[in-house]
């Protein structure tokens, strides 16, 4: 992979070679985000060299990470504190001085996390540039397919913009694995750029669980308003998901009633998701709700009503009473 | 700095959230003929805080302006806005026109800067296009201070803003002074119904129209459409009859 690359960069061209993009890659302990590895799946396709932005508490330690991600040319990182929990008014004027000293810069992604769509738009409206949200796919340099009316449409939309600025859905592209080779990339460390920030940071709430990561887990056994409780909530999926080495999700009622934490809503105004096995449990099927989870590859639907709309979704059904089949099935597996 | 708080509240008109949109026939948008429109859910959250900032803090919100950019009929929008409690409104005109955020953006800093508005609740995203920047975009014009995906708000004595919001895997606190955005989640509040009599005061209520090219800005779309599909359908599944043939189902599909 390494000498093909190599050979790629020679045989082309210096002319036509003066694009490249800049991504931005969020850590947490240390370690890229899968998110942002899909991030750079989707600065590969694009085609231009790769240079990773890194922020934070741990950028540096992320940067060994990044050194075997493909394409990656260059990796900047500033360890500043002032970045750890990516305050917008923080992150967006060093983005805003990197895109403007660098003119080489034509697109800068992000992953489609609450924090990378917190600062892209601000970015953009600084620059005078107008971002594309959530792109789930490259069709050209400038032209690419994003979701719109909670997923019952798909535009494809070509920008006019000198640097395209996109978020990237992450359940769209494939994470970029690690190359078992280091590439050549360079490090710079960049210092803090003073940004007038009136916002402070106060605290913040993890849901802290053993359970795989809701927007990278493989399976996914989720939870509507059929659940009737919190405490069937508790009874039934997490029995069902620990069998599986599942995440727990939820459609926006489950989370409404009250019955667990608005962080694991599935839907257009929660999460977006796209594992191996979705499992819907007590889920009508609302549009919201399939906006978040109808790319699953495989998907179950288990409900008491035969005519609820996620039947039309599910791979596989079952109509019937939850707290029978729930028990049985995490019994059986 | 005033130490009286002056709300903007930016709506918008679009398909009613219980519809599922239909593509038009020239694939460059859906159809809105006989088509019901409301008010975007998230921005009506928006306008019931507002609402319940004036009525938990006694006698700081000085006003309550309700903005829309769209077409005429983007009105009805208005009303219900100002039947929710908003004290005066402005219909910004652009016709069947449909603007970007960046567009938007500029737009409504024109009419914060008329207004002299100091804190601005907007919704996170409009469900039409499920951009999610306006609130972003107008924060960056601004040089303000912003919140975003607020699930729960809070005004204190000094007159700065604590503001709660969903992140990625929990919550997360930060507390602003004025001028501020903040941008509602869906578990900020729950928006009352609007009654008729309310309804009926509302229409006395001032709504100006403003036109768009008295304001200055290049609206000019930065994207271009090139097409809008469905998406594709997925497979017709199956129905097991018992968890034994559900069992063996998933394992046929490889999805255990």
Redesign the interface.
């Known amino acids: 992979m390494f000498s093909t690359r190599l050979l790629f960069r020679t045989i082309r061209p210096v002319s036509v070679r003066l694009g490249s993009t800049l991504a931005f890659l969020e850590t947490a302990g240390g370690q890229i985000t899968p998110a942002s590895l899909s991030t750079v799946t989707a600065a590969t396709q694009i085609g231009d060299p790769i240079t990773v932005l890194l922020v934070g508490a741990g950028s540096m330690e992320a940067a060994k990470q990044a050194y075997k991600l493909p394409s990656v040319q260059k990796i900047i990182v500033s360890e500043s504190e002032k970045y750890n929990?990516y305050?917008?008014?923080e992150v967006?004027p060093l983005v805003v001085k990197l895109l403007k000293e660098n003119s080489g810069f034509k697109h800068f992604l992000v992953p489609a996390?609450?924090?990378g769509?917190?600062?892209?738009?601000?970015?953009?409206?600084?620059l005078?540039?107008?971002?594309?949200?959530?792109i789930i796919k490259v069709v050209s340099a400038d032209?690419f397919v994003r979701?719109?009316?909670?997923?019952?449409?798909?535009?494809?939309?070509?920008?006019?913009?000198d640097v395209i600025l996109a978020s990237v859905r992450p359940s769209a592209f494939e994470p970029a694995a690690e190359e078992s080779t280091a590439t050549s990339a360079s490090v710079e460390e960049v210092d803090y750029v003073k940004s007038?920030?009136?916002?402070?940071?106060?605290?913040?709430?993890?849901?802290t669980s053993e359970r795989p990561?809701l927007?990278s887990a493989k399976?996914v056994v989720s939870g509507g308003r059929g659940l009737k409780s919190k405490e069937e909530f508790d009874q039934l999926l997490y029995p069902l998901a620990d069998k599986?080495n599942a995440s727990v999700g939820a459609s926006?009622a489950a989370?409404?009633a009250g019955f667990c934490?608005?962080?694991l809503q599935v839907g257009?105004?929660g999460?977006v998701i796209a594992p191996?096995?979705y499992i819907a449990v007590g889920i009508s099927g609302a549009?919201?709700h399939l906006a978040g989870m109808?790319d699953s590859?495989?998907?179950?639907a288990?409900n008491k009503d035969?005519e609820a709309p996620i039947?039309?979704?599910?791979?596989?059904?079952?109509?019937g009473d939850l707290l029978d089949?729930i028990p049985?099935?995490t019994k059986?597996? | 700095m005033s130490s009286k708080i002056r709300i903007l509240v930016p709506v918008k008109r679009v398909i009613d959230f219980a519809l599922k949109p239909r593509i038009n026939k020239t694939h460059d948008g859906v159809e809105t003929q006989g088509v019901k429109f409301s008010i975007n859910p998230f921005d009506n959250i928006a306008v019931e805080e507002a609402v319940k900032i004036r009525k938990h803090n006694k006698g700081v919100v000085e006003s309550i302006h309700a903005v829309s950019i769209g077409p005429s009929k983007a009105k009805d929008v208005l009303r219900t806005a100002l039947a929710k409690g908003a004290d005066t409104s402005s219909l910004v005109d652009i016709g069947s026109k449909e603007l970007d955020p960046l567009a938007v953006s500029k737009i409504l800093k024109k009419i914060q800067e008329e207004q002299g508005s100091n804190l601005i609740i907007m919704g996170r995203q409009a469900i039409d296009d499920d951009a999610g920047q306006t609130g972003q975009m107008l924060a960056g014009l601004l040089g303000w201070s912003q919140a975003t995906n607020a699930s729960k708000v809070t005004i204190n004595e000094d007159m700065t803003v604590e503001v709660e919001k969903a992140i990625d895997g929990g919550v997360e606190i930060v507390k602003a002074p004025l001028p501020l955005i903040i941008t509602t989640d869906l578990t900020l509040n729950e928006p009352k119904f609007v009654t008729l009599p309310k309804m009926m005061k509302a229409k006395k209520k001032p709504l100006k129209v403003v036109r768009p090219e008295d304001l200055g800005i290049n609206l000019e779309s930065r994207l271009e459409t090139v097409s809008l599909e469905e998406p594709v359908p997925r497979k017709a599944g199956i129905k097991v009859k018992s968890v034994d043939e559900l069992i063996s189902k998933m394992k046929e599909l490889k999805a255990i």
């Open positions: 929990h305050l917008p008014e967006s996390s609450t924090a769509k917190n600062f892209l738009p601000r970015v953009g409206a600084v005078d540039l107008q971002p594309l949200s959530e032209t979701p719109t009316y909670a997923g019952n449409a798909v535009l494809t939309v070509k920008s006019k913009d007038g920030n009136k916002t402070e940071f106060i605290s913040e709430k993890l849901i990561d927007s399976v599986l926006r989370v409404d934490d608005n962080s257009q105004t999460k191996n096995l549009i919201q109808k590859k495989v998907i179950v288990i035969e039947f039309n979704v599910s791979d596989v059904g079952l109509v089949i049985e099935l059986k597996l």
